[in-house]
């Protein structure tokens, strides 16, 4: 089922809405021809680094009838975005950064295909700045776009791709072994907190990308395998209005998807998890998004 109203005519009325602000008319033509028409458009950047078109619209986030930091709120984006069809992999992060963090880290599989883990906020953040350097100076990408880690309200929008279910292929659980890797069973300890994941669908350790199923704009492994940096800081409740940021400062960043070590519970689209900055483990990842410079 849709809760996501795309950014042009009303579906009832045919008018035109306008709670979208246009681009600025000094807009170059080449940040117009770059971006994309229709959901799920798919662009290429260097070689095997694909983006999916997520179109300007508004939807609600986070979770219908939810009281804690999932209460649900109006969010409104102005401006498409390109998301990353896939988390950055450790053949993408080693081409572009040289080191390997992961190397020598327990629960890491290593293959090229496998998301890029043991990677802290920051890392993330330097990862983005330098693809925009080198996607610009080979003329992949033009200026007034750029690669950015997404926000939460962005990185929820993707995932749902014009849902409103638990999961964007639905609400039941019974389906998201076709969608991603997550642990189906854990265990407690004597005061009931959870001490490990158990058997999982995966294996103890992130798996290669783009094996699963993908959402309906073409963007995969949004349910589990390894959670996901995004750009706001995390507080206890949602974002909400126009482009929102979440707020200025904080202690932890929010990380978005749920993992390979985590229930199926915590791969909800409205799931939020949260990790200090300088925090890196075996389950964290991040994808890349690309924006106009402009909408920062």
Same mark, same amino acid.
């Given at each position: 089922?849709?809760?996501? !109203? ?16 246009s ?7 080449s940040?117009?021809?770059f ?20 179109p ?9 009838g ?8 109006n969010?409104?984006?102005?401006r498409?975005?390109?998301q990353g ?14 080191? $390997? ?5 327990p629960?890491?599989? =290593? =293959? ?6 043991y ?17 610009r100076?080979?003329g ?7 690669c ?16 409103s279910? !638990? ?24 005061f ?11 294996? !103890?350790?992130?798996h $290669?990308?783009?094996? !699963? ?6 963007? $995969?492994?949004? =349910? ?8 706001d800081?995390y ?22 998807g ?17 990790c200090s ?10 994808r890349?998004?690309?924006v106009?410079s402009?909408?920062?």
């Open positions: 089922m849709s809760s996501v !109203k795309l950014a042009g005519a009303n579906p009832v009325s045919g008018e035109a809405e306008n709670h979208v602000p681009r600025n008319s000094s807009t170059s033509q940040v117009i021809a971006a994309g028409s229709v959901a799920g458009e798919m662009k290429e950047l260097s070689a095997e680094m694909r983006f999916r078109w997520c300007a619209g508004q939807y609600t986030m986070g979770t219908p939810a009281t804690d930091s999932e209460s649900p709120v969010v409104v984006l102005s498409g975005f390109w069809e896939t988390v950055v992999t450790q053949r993408l992060w080693q081409s572009l950064i040289g080191m $390997r963090p992961w190397q020598d880290k629960k890491v599989s =290593h =293959h090229e295909d496998s998301p890029a883990t990677i802290s906020y920051h890392d993330a953040v330097r990862y983005c700045e330098a693809l925009t350097s080198v996607e100076n080979a992949r990408l033009p200026a007034g776009w750029v950015v880690l997404p926000t939460e309200a962005q990185w929820e929008y993707a995932c749902r791709a014009g849902t279910t !638990k999961f964007s292929f639905g609400d039941s659980e019974s389906r998201l072994d076709e969608f991603g890797w997550y642990a189906r069973r854990s265990w407690l300890d004597r009931g907190r959870i001490l490990n994941a158990g058997r999982t669908s995966s294996g !103890k350790y992130a $290669r990308v783009g094996l !699963k199923k993908p959402n309906d704009w073409g963007i $995969r492994d949004m =349910h589990g395998n390894v959670w996901e940096w995004c750009s800081w507080c206890d409740t949602l974002p909400g209005g126009c482009d929102p940021v979440g707020p200025q400062s904080g202690e932890r960043r929010v990380n978005r749920g993992s390979w070590s985590g229930l199926a519970e915590y791969c909800r689209a409205a799931d939020r998890g949260s900055p300088d925090g890196s483990t075996s389950d964290l990842g991040f890349i998004a690309i106009e402009t909408a920062l």
